[in-house]
């Protein structure tokens, strides 16, 4: 692929990881691949903004040399020191050994410590501004979006905002713009990669939404490093983040269950019942055959998470454990959790995902639901009242 050109003299030469499957390890599965992005500026100072993983260093490069000879850049900006932005940084470096390296001064702390370097570092700081000749960058740091390390880079004249791992999507596409892709789609993996990355950081988005609003920049384009670039609406994507962050909610509930011999599982479909009797959209999944990384983006905006388990050792199933202890690290914002299972000589399950559910900041609904063996008719009613009750919980 050609460099693709953003604006007059600025360039996208990143890579296309059409094969990436997982992220952050095993945590978090990418079904539709994805980008890493890289920015070049030709000015008087030529500069590169972020590079690639470092197996897109090779590609990296070649883009880089269809449009100058890369030994002639004089700057990189490093908005992140996490390696599928910066791999490919050691093999720059050995064409640019002379070239000054722009971050933060965590950032130079992560790089030493990932590579080694002896570069010859810049550290700035929000305000720090980069005279580059026709165009002047300027940086804001962004801690814990979603490393210590993050900032933001703005080129002023071109209101273009280059934010990194802010957002950003995990999407492979012949296309780098958000014109030019399904909108659906690309709100769909905007919204996947922030329930699954950055909803624990919510507070921290928030306010770093607001500082830049009162900054009172203008922003026409938004350049992340994963995903499509944002031309044509970059202020949907603020719009949805200030959603998202803020924890606004619709409707909705979202209920997850495994089961042994399918008590459980009968009684799970009686409570949707009477969540949809309320007028509450409803998602039932079964999660030992569904991607939990889906779970937590259907609760992005959904008011009640529901789980079920019947107990098993005085808890609750084990296939349940990584999404619950996945919701522990996220904790959702402003959202209501309800538990419910089968037992037979003994309970806990309930009890123990009450705990997990409160210990990851939701509110309780209402009193937990349990049923001894297989629910007859009057027990399955019992449940379909639950979940009216859910129901009218969810819309007050």
Not at 70 to 75: F, G, H, T
Not at 118 to 129: K, P
Not at 255 to 277: F, I, N, P
Not at 306 to 335: A, H, I, M, W
Request: hydrophobic share 45%; proline share 5%; aromatic share 10%.
């Amino acid at each position: 692929m050609e460099p693709v050109v953003l604006k007059e003299n600025i360039y996208w030469v990143g890579a296309i990881d059409w094969d990436m499957s997982y992220f952050h390890g095993p945590v978090y599965r990418t079904h539709r691949g994805t980008t890493y992005n890289s920015y070049l500026i030709i000015d008087e100072k030529i500069t590169l903004v972020d590079t690639v993983f470092a197996p897109f260093a090779g590609e990296m490069l070649e883009r880089i040399s269809r449009i100058i000879d890369p030994s002639r850049i004089d700057y990189v900006v490093i908005n992140h020191v996490e390696t599928d932005h910066t791999g490919a940084l050691p093999e720059l470096m050995k064409l640019i050994p002379k070239a000054k390296i722009f971050c933060t001064a965590r950032g130079k702390a992560g790089l030493l410590k990932h590579y080694y370097g002896d570069w010859d570092y810049v550290v700035v700081e929000t305000g720090t501004e980069l005279p580059l000749g026709k165009r002047t960058l300027s940086f804001i740091e962004a801690p814990m979006l979603h490393w210590p390390d993050s900032m933001f880079t703005y080129i002023r004249e071109e209101a273009l905002l280059m934010p990194n791992d802010a957002f950003g999507q995990h999407l492979a596409s012949s296309f780098r713009f958000d014109d030019e892709v399904e909108n659906k789609l690309i709100m769909e993996e905007a919204s996947r990669y922030y329930a699954n990355i950055l909803y624990p950081l919510s507070k921290l988005v928030l306010k770093k939404l607001d500082e830049v609003n009162k900054l009172g920049i203008p922003i026409s384009m938004i350049a992340p490093s994963h995903g499509v670039i944002w031309r044509e609406n970059p202020g949907q994507i603020i719009e949805a983040y200030q959603r998202w962050a803020a924890g606004e909610w619709l409707p909705k509930a979202v209920m997850v269950y495994d089961t042994m011999w399918g008590s459980t599982a009968a009684m799970a479909r009686a409570v949707a019942e009477g969540l949809a009797a309320e007028n509450v959209d409803t998602k039932l999944i079964k999660v030992s055959i569904r991607d939990i990384n889906n779970i937590f983006t259907e609760l992005l905006e959904a008011r009640l998470l529901v789980v079920g388990s019947p107990t098993v050792n005085r808890s609750y199933l084990s296939v349940l454990s990584p999404f619950l202890d996945e919701l522990s690290g996220l904790k959702p914002v402003n959202r209501l959790g309800a538990a419910f299972g089968s037992y037979g000589w003994s309970k806990g399950a309930v009890k123990n995902i009450e705990a997990k559910l409160e210990a990851a900041g939701l509110t309780l609904a209402g009193e937990g639901l349990e049923q001894l063996w297989v629910p007859d008719a009057g027990e399955l009613k019992s449940c379909y009242e639950w979940g009216r009750a859910l129901g009218r919980a969810v819309k007050k």
